[in-house]
């Protein structure tokens, strides 16, 4: 028998007594099907690009040989793997599974799981390989199959791996692919591997090969004259772009899990079920867009890309759709919203909260690329202007010039109401997608040459001053979100930061200082109330539908209380509105009952300074407001 074929033999029995192992462990069914055993590379085990979130586990190999080798599983599986072995409740495990997160004791107790399956396949070599090896489980780490560069040496060096892979299922669900990942030099199967293909020189290497050739063939006797002029520096090679079907899939790939997340985050910060469907991602042009995909007045809502692209992109919404969205941000009534959505009316209080919810898909958007692509890039909402398609020239350069764009549609569906599609449109070569003509210019070359001047020119004029991130009138800041494993706390930073509208002289206050009380209805408020006056601070109550900007232009507002009668109900949607104050943030302290971690980092998204579990003691208020809120010398 060949080498390899002992090798598979082995690493067949080893995953074939995993399922009892990790059974008994869990104490639960657990079934391994579909067992694979293949050579591999490790461009070619990480070429599907649709490959989900996975936790990638650490081991070495000890022994007759030596080296390192990796477990691969989703990182939703680990999570329920984890969860279930500390039998935590059904409903927490599967919100951790969504949210692909696993930190704290999740990671801890998938240790335990990654060691069963080391000492698993331990035994199998002891039992049937000739060798001594040992498998030891060393850490666990998340991994982005999108963000993998073949060539690198993270999370493991190029060359030729021996995988084991097999299908679990533990009860009814499918936890897809678990993968032992095994440098081929470990097992004896170099002469098996496929070699890769021979590097060539690159012009800069073959260049400095050219003098150390010389040299050798001078003879000793006469001396290499110097040269008086200084060699000339070689230029930067430049960037080699991917193909394009290779930039488009990967594209497609993070787009995707963008529109999961945008009805996710919408949804939650309108507090209804949003779902989006029907997604579409295609190349076009602009005097396809505007025949095809965008022919009815619209919103389009620009998108500013920086990192290591920069462009203007869009988001292009029907008025109607916008209404909507925006009217039920404020809670405005349903006649109200009818009526604006009938007569196209979109100003005002509707406006600034459709502002809102494309900040929250800028930031989606800017979320997911940074864990899914390989480029760093962010989306910063800008400003908005209304389009009639049908009186857009296609030769003209606005509201953007004709070349190669990608779009990206889906459709949105909201109990209530009839919505049609949002579309998200950006010059291809954002996206590394310009090695492709335009879908339906005769003057491609042309083209993108004006609509890299014109993207150019149109960020800067971007670049106006106004209400800062995080501001009352500006828009929210793009943050970092991190929570304490230990204490339960979140805190904040701003990253980025994303040009307002212009901002106008502040006029100070001449009433009173007070602390604002904002809830469900206002006998809510009424606990707080008594214990704030007691510590001489004046209360002012209002309920989420009433408007706060003549108290902030009449009161210094030192500090606010948002009072939820659940923390799932429409009080997110209160710190929201509060943008449109237009003064400069307070302290915010969200109260609400039935905290969850996800219902904690919304919170700190939308501005929350502090968190108060209710029912909540006097002294327990009191010391959240003296923390927080400083009174007025």
């Known amino acids: 028998m060949d080498q390899q074929a002992i090798i598979d033999v082995v690493c067949k029995s080893g995953m074939e007594n995993l399922a009892g192992e990790i059974g008994v462990l869990l104490g639960q069914e657990l079934v391994c099907s579909d067992i694979q055993l293949k050579l591999t590379t490790k461009e070619d085990l990480f070429s599907n690009l649709n490959r989900k979130k996975t936790a990638l586990t650490r081991m070495t190999i000890e022994g007759d040989r030596e080296g390192d080798c990796y477990l691969l599983t989703q990182i939703s599986s680990a999570a329920i793997l984890g969860g279930t072995l500390i039998m935590l409740p059904d409903d927490v495990i599967e919100e951790s599974a969504q949210s692909e997160k696993l930190d704290g004791e999740l990671d801890d107790a998938f240790g335990e799981v990654a060691n069963i399956i080391a000492g698993v396949?331990?035994?199998?070599?002891?039992d049937k390989y000739a060798k001594k090896l040992r498998f030891i489980k060393k850490t666990v780490e998340e991994l982005i199959p999108t963000k993998i560069d073949p060539a690198s040496d993270e999370p493991f060096s190029p060359g030729n791996y021996h995988v084991t892979s097999c299908n679990i299922n533990i009860g009814d669900k499918n936890l897809g692919l678990l993968?032992?990942?095994?440098?081929?030099?470990?097992?004896?199967?170099?002469?098996n591997a496929v070699e890769p293909a021979a590097e060539t020189e690159t012009?800069?290497?073959?260049?400095?090969?050219?003098?150390?050739?010389?040299?050798?063939?001078?003879?000793?006797?006469?001396?290499?004259a110097k040269s008086t002029e200084p060699t000339p520096e070689p230029a930067p090679p430049a960037e080699k772009k991917p193909a394009f079907a290779d930039a488009k899939k990967l594209t497609d790939v993070v787009f995707n899990a963008t529109i999961g997340q945008v009805g996710e985050e919408i949804g939650a910060l309108l507090g209804q079920s949003l779902k989006c469907d029907d997604i579409q991602l295609v190349m076009t042009s602009k005097a396809d867009f505007f025949s095809t995909h965008c022919i009815e007045k619209s919103i389009l809502t620009h998108m500013k890309v920086t990192g290591d692209r920069e462009g203007l992109g869009y988001m292009v919404t029907q008025v109607p759709d916008a209404v909507v969205l925006g009217g039920t941000l404020i809670m405005l009534p349903e006649d109200q919203i009818l009526e604006q959505k009938n007569n196209g009316t979109f100003d005002g209080d509707v406006e600034d909260a459709f502002g809102e919810v494309a900040n929250i898909l800028s930031g989606s958007l800017t979320q997911v690329f940074l864990d899914r692509y390989p480029k760093q890039l962010r989306f910063i909402k800008t400003d908005a202007e209304t389009i009639v398609p049908t009186k857009i020239d296609a030769a003209a350069d606005q509201p953007f010039p004709e070349g190669n764009y990608y779009l990206a549609s889906f459709a949105i569906q909201m109990e209530g109401h009839e919505l049609n599609r949002i579309l998200l449109i950006f010059p291809a070569e954002i996206f590394d997608l310009d090695n492709e003509q335009p879908a339906d210019s005769t003057q491609a070359q042309e083209s993108t040459e004006v609509s890299d001047k014109t993207t150019e020119q149109s960020a800067a004029t971007q670049e106006t001053t106004g209400p800062a991130p995080g501001e009352w009138g500006g828009p929210p800041s793009t943050e970092t979100v991190t929570e304490s494993a230990t204490?339960?706390?979140?805190?904040?930073k701003e990253t980025t930061q994303a040009p307002g509208a212009s901002s106008q002289p502040m006029v100070e206050p001449t009433g009173?200082?007070?602390?604002l009380l904002i809830g469900h209805q206002k006998t809510a408020a009424d606990p707080f109330i008594e214990i704030l006056s007691s510590t001489e601070y004046e209360c002012q109550v209002l309920t989420f539908q009433e408007e706060v900007k003549e108290i902030f232009q009449q009161h210094k507002v030192l500090g606010i209380f948002l009072i939820m009668e659940q923390v799932e109900e429409k009080g997110f949607a209160s710190a929201i509105k509060l943008q449109s104050a237009g003064r400069p943030l307070p302290p915010i302290i969200f109260a609400g009952s039935e905290w969850t971690r996800s219902a904690v980092l919304r919170a700190v998204k939308y501005g929350a300074k502090d968190i108060l579990v209710m029912p909540a003691s006097g002294d327990e208020i009191q010391d959240k407001a003296t923390r927080h809120f400083k009174k007025a010398s």
């Open 203 to 224: 012009p800069e290497e073959q260049q400095q090969a050219e003098p150390i050739s010389a040299a050798e063939s001078t003879p000793e006797s006469e001396p290499i």
């Open 512 to 515: 009173s200082p007070l602390i």
């Open 487 to 492: 204490t339960g706390t979140s805190s904040r």
């Open 179 to 191: 993968e032992l990942v095994v440098p081929a030099a470990i097992f004896e199967l170099e002469d």
């Open 121 to 126: 396949f331990t035994q199998a070599f002891v």
